[in-house]
């Protein structure tokens, strides 16, 4: 953020909201686990319940002769038995063999009564027709799990149901039975479907994982280093998190890995900011002793000696690396008011002063009238002639204090009102016209418009190099196919005109440095 960055392109190597989505991960497991103890719980109670219900049957074959009786009972623990839940998936094939079992030698036992059988056979008929029914609609369900949710809940339905009047037997089953395998082979064709893409996921996320581990071993030497890397690694992360999940097997594994590599080079990115900020507070206590030893001179009259030794220390405040921002133009302002104590001291000691800034005042009313009657009928003339003469106007110094203002407002219409006459959108215009603007600024001694126009061109610069490494990343992907090549030559000329641009973003952040920014 010291030069010019800003805070969200920055990620905490750890981030309060990883130790929140731990909790409540953890908490949601441990809930998980109690639910599946209640569930198992349920489940055993209903087994005994169904133990109880085989044993009733049992029972009833064995005491009951009244054929009606039994028939009439039967029907009692038919009902009963349909109302208990699920029992352990281990137990249901057994539990359901004893129940067909036993319902099949029931209804032997009461062939006698075969106008109650056939009555009954009908009624299973059709709630097994109802529950076919059901199946089909499945096959249409756009949720495969959906689907699979609710062919496996007629399944269990259907076996709760009695046997049907044996013509239609096999035609009810099979029509039942069609329609479940279209589901299950929905089922398989997405499965199948799913790994394929988790597969191609798998690929992607090793290619961001070497990416991730190149970048992890480059050194960080500078804060624009650390901001291109960094702008990388956010680049990676976000491919990440928008690649779906890998095979199963694979995601734990592939995601330590992942995140091994950019806690990597953030540790080692965080290291170099600290590293920074030592420096910088080096820096703020060499120039704070500058101000000190500045301002130990500001009222000397020896002016020769001074002026060399003011200089000296001018020199060597350039020198001296950048400090903590929040210093940095108050520390400033210190020492440039220590220095133009002394030199408008020493100006007016000469009485030169006044006597050059109307000469000044002067030669720059004299250039406004050039500019005001420059020709622009030829744009590539007028550019150069308008160029020499921002020169000019620069190399000029200083005019009175009450005139500057005004003058400068004059200088700034002329220049606008030629520029906007020169029918041109050329590079070269918009260097100009930019070159113009950031002078107008400096001119005014506008440090915060600088700086503020330095942030915006920074954060353009480093947007434009995230969208260059972003679309570059996406040419690796590109399978090798027609379709593809065409793709690819069209994210080519993206990056082509990006780093164009970026050209030109670079060299308005030129411009903004030799002014002061």
């Known amino acids: 953020m010291n030069d010019g960055g800003l805070k969200e392109e920055f990620t905490p190597p750890d981030s309060p909201l990883k130790d929140q989505f731990d909790a409540l991960y953890g908490k949601f497991r441990g809930l998980e686990a109690e639910d599946r103890k209640l569930r198992d719980k349920e489940m055993n109670t209903n087994l005994a319940t169904k133990k109880d219900i085989l044993e009733q049957l049992r029972t009833l074959i064995e005491n009951e002769d009244n054929d009606r009786k039994v028939f009439e009972r039967f029907h009692e623990i038919q009902n009963n038995w349909r109302q208990v839940g699920n029992i352990p998936p281990g137990e249901v094939a057994h539990i359901w063999r004893t129940y067909n079992h036993y319902t099949t030698l029931i209804y032997n036992h009461i062939k006698q009564h075969r106008e109650l059988r056939d009555l009954d056979m009908k009624k299973n008929l059709e709630l097994k027709t109802e529950l076919a029914q059901k199946a089909e609609e499945f096959i249409a369900e756009a949720s495969v799990k959906k689907a699979m949710d609710g062919v496996k809940g007629l399944q269990n339905e259907w076996k709760q149901i009695g046997p049907v009047p044996k013509a239609q037997s096999d035609e009810i089953w099979n029509r039942f039975k069609a329609a479940l395998d279209k589901v299950y082979e929905r089922r398989n064709e997405y499965f199948g479907q799913l790994q394929e ?222 520029f906007d006459s020169i029918k041109s959108s050329g590079a070269e215009f918009g260097a100009m016209r930019f070159k113009s603007k950031v002078e107008g600024m400096a001119g005014s001694g506008s440090n915060d418009a600088l700086r503020k126009e330095r942030g915006h061109w920074m954060n353009k610069a480093s947007k434009l190099k995230s969208d260059i490494i972003t679309l570059q990343n996406n040419i690796e992907f590109f399978a090798r196919s027609k379709n593809a090549e065409e793709l690819r030559k069209n994210v080519e000329s993206q990056i082509d005109a990006a780093k164009k641009e970026l050209k030109e973003v670079e060299d308005k952040l030129k411009m903004l440095r030799e002014a002061g920014a």
């Open 197 to 418: 893409v988790q597969q191609k996921n798998l690929q992607l996320k090793q290619a961001l994982i070497e990416k991730a581990e190149e970048l992890a071993a480059k050194d960080v030497s500078s804060a624009k280093i650390a901001q291109e890397l960094t702008a990388e690694v956010n680049i990676l992360t976000d491919s990440w998190k928008s690649i779906g999940f890998a095979p199963k097997e694979h995601n734990d594994e592939i995601w330590k890995r992942f995140r091994g590599a950019t806690k990597v080079f953030f540790d080692k990115r965080d290291d170099f900011y600290k590293d920074i900020k030592n420096e910088q507070q080096n820096n703020l206590k060499k120039k704070t002793d500058l101000c000190v030893q500045a301002e130990a001179l500001q009222t000397s009259t020896d002016w020769k000696r001074t002026s060399n030794e003011l200089i000296r220390l001018q020199q060597e405040w350039k020198a001296v690396g950048p400090i903590p921002k929040r210093y940095s133009d108050k520390l400033w302002a210190r020492f440039r008011a220590a220095c133009d104590a002394f030199f408008n001291s020493k100006q007016q000691h000469f009485g030169s002063l006044a006597e050059s800034e109307g000469e000044n005042l002067t030669k720059k009313n004299e250039l406004i009238a050039r500019i005001e009657a420059l020709e622009t009928t030829d744009a590539k003339a007028t550019l150069t002639a308008l160029n020499e003469l921002q020169n000019e106007w620069a190399a000029i110094g200083h005019v009175p204090m009450k005139e500057k203002d005004g003058l400068y407002k004059r200088y700034r219409s002329a220049l606008d009102v030629k």
